[in-house]
């Protein structure tokens, strides 16, 4: 006979939730026979890497923008293309670097009214809209 049980009563907390998401971010390799624990970022390929960077960038996103709004914003995974006024462009940068100084953010501009993100050559055209 199956048991069945309140799952309000028995939800995990938010101060649970971050000791598990403690517990499985801590993560040890091997070098030179030498065992290292990394102490920054997570493995490449963990399965919980890629539900941290989200939570972390959506919250940076939310924080960026009560300041500055781009004209356009798309992110994937960590890479971002965005549009924004010129004069606005180093402000913006420096705000996103100065929440975490182990995360980074590097930016590419146009030339030539081109500009590649990922995988795709985006195109400014003469009236001002993009195309790739």
Known sequence: ???????????????????????????????????????????????????????????????????????FWARYVSDTFFVIERDQVLTFKERLNSFLPTIQFTMEVEENNQLAVIYVLIFRKDCGGLKA
């Not at 390929?45 to 890629?50: I, N, P």
Request: hydrophobic content about 40%; proline content about 3%; overall charge positive.
């Open 1 to 71: 006979m199956m048991i069945r049980y309140d799952e309000m009563e028995n939800r995990l907390g938010h101060a649970q939730i971050l000791q598990l998401l403690k517990f499985c971010l801590r993560m040890y390799f091997t070098f030179d026979g030498t065992i290292y624990e990394q102490v920054k970022g997570t493995p490449m390929g963990f399965t919980v890497a890629g539900l941290t960077v989200e939570a972390y960038l959506q919250r940076l996103e939310s924080l960026v923008f009560r300041h500055h709004k781009p004209i």
